[in-house]
């Protein structure tokens, strides 16, 4: 089995594909589904941020797995291959373990340390597991990304000094107007985006905060957190023409602010400068919005500089990061290895079985007197013994962690106690023994769902 990652992010495409690459606007759910209905009927799993879309897969065969992923992207996003392919990064094996655990960790954001994206990599998998997409691997590959970010966040200061693009906007205005206190800000957008920059907006002591949402009830429970005005919807137009600085964070998968409506208020503004930070993916504001005469539209690339100057100042706690996902990794790769050990532990198991059922077999003539309570007694007590017969060569074989000598323990095994090939052949068979069988540092794997078959997989 080997995990592939095909996805683009910040990094590899512009905001115009990655607005069109946004799997939330036709929903995860529909797109785990599409993706399971693939031939190759792997283990997956979605990740889609404002910065990026990854799809993660556990798959048998990779060129297949690779050919589905691809062909997956464009066509639930109506792209050619030829548009899409050249943004996309390709990620195999302990390659996309490095690259999940650093995401995790939030070493990999647009913003290093930014808190959110351990967040939405846990939703990612909650949304997975719920449309049980997920077998061994991913379930395995998930939760150790989890341990990685969790290490990073309590044994580094790399989020205390983290920002986050929301406070990256913030420093943006401060950077155009210097202080903000005799500024009136709008805040569009009322979701965790949204709440960030109004608290960080709060902090600037700026002289007027407005707050608005197409959802009333979201934007009535913030303004009254941030005591600020609350500005129903159909007043927008309104609110536009009397702040110096909007700042848009919304989840819509449309631009809500048209050019017209900008060169519009414009007029009533008498050409006053008006910044717009439009930090939304996909976008709030019509792009050509920017071509207006004294309006000024940033977007969420345009932040790279106060994200270069964030990233100067913390080197050192990504270093220990850094440090921490490559210990995870290292350990995340003896499990990977330690799997090739389990179809040989599990036919072990079943032979030291078979031997101790003959032999109560036999012994029936011999233990047909016994009581129901005795009797149970001879079962427990024959079982324990194969327990402890199995522990040894059990924690052997799982603590090995170079491939090679798996083969060769394994070999030997097979010889020594004359194990059935087709009873070790296919570890899949064993889902349900194995993560018994097998655990790491992290902890016990607890029982795997099973990945949705393709309807094409036999």
């Known amino acids: ?22 799997f939330s606007a036709r929903g995860v759910d529909d797109a785990l589904a599409a993706l399971a209905a693939r031939p190759s009927g792997a283990e997956a799993a979605v990740l889609s941020t404002c910065n990026r879309a990854e799809v993660y897969l556990a798959c048998e065969d990779l060129e297949r797995g690779r050919d589905d992923a691809e062909g997956f992207f464009a066509d639930f996003h109506r792209l050619s291959r030829e548009e899409l392919t050249r943004h996309l990064y390709t990620k195999i094996d302990l390659e996309v373990v490095h690259h999940l655990f650093r995401v995790a960790a939030g070493l990999d954001s647009l913003v290093v ?29 998930f939760t150790a990304a989890f341990t990685a970010g969790k290490r990073v966040r309590s044994e580094t200061s790399l989020s205390e000094g983290a920002v986050s693009v929301s406070y990256a906007a913030v420093a943006l205005a401060r950077k155009i107007f210097g202080e903000l206190n005799e500024r009136t800000v709008l805040v569009v957008g009322a979701g965790e985006m949204g709440k960030l920059t109004a608290l960080h907006m709060k902090s600037q002591g700026i002289r007027r905060m407005l707050i608005t949402s197409r959802t009333l009830a979201h934007a009535e429970a913030l303004s009254a957190v941030m005591e600020a005005t609350l500005v129903s919807w159909e007043h927008l137009p309104a609110a536009l023409s009397e702040s110096d600085i909007v700042i848009t964070a919304t989840g819509a998968s449309i631009p809500i602010i ?28 019509e792009a050509t919005a920017g071509a207006i005469e004294q309006v000024f539209l940033y977007n969420i690339d345009d932040l790279q500089a106060v994200i270069v100057e964030n990233l100067s100042k913390r080197s050192a706690e990504i270093e220990q990061a850094e440090a921490i996902v490559a210990e995870e990794v290292s350990r995340f790769r003896g499990w990977m290895h330690s799997r090739g050990a389990i179809p040989t532990v599990v036919a072990l198991r079943q032979r030291f079985e078979a031997v101790r059922r003959a032999e109560l077999e036999r012994l029936e003539p011999k233990l047909a007197g016994l009581s129901p309570d005795t009797r149970g007694r001879v079962e427990e007590i024959t079982r324990l013994i194969i327990e402890k017969l199995l522990i040894n060569p059990t924690e052997q074989l799982k603590s090995l962690s170079d491939g090679q000598t798996i083969s060769l323990y394994a070999e030997v095994v097979n010889r020594l106690f004359g194990l059935s090939p087709a009873a070790r052949s296919d570890i899949n068979a064993h889902d349900d023994l194995a993560p018994s069988l097998v655990t790491s540092d992290a902890g016990v794997e607890s029982h795997p769902q099973r990945a949705r078959k393709s309807p094409h997989s036999s």
Not at 1 to 22: C, F, N, Q
Not at 116 to 134: D, N, P, S
Not at 274 to 280: K, R, S, V
């Open 113 to 141: 340390g930014e808190p959110q994206i351990f967040g939405q990599v846990k939703e990612a998998y909650g949304h997975a597991t719920a449309q049980r997409t997920t077998g061994p691997f991913l379930n395995r590959l």
């Open 1 to 22: 089995m080997h995990l592939l990652l095909l996805g683009v992010s910040h990094r590899t495409a512009p905001i115009e594909l990655r607005e069109r690459l946004d």
């Open 258 to 285: 048209s050019r017209h409506l900008i060169a519009t208020t414009m007029r009533s503004r008498r050409h006053r400068p008006l910044f717009l930070i439009d930090i939304a993916v996909p976008r709030d504001v």
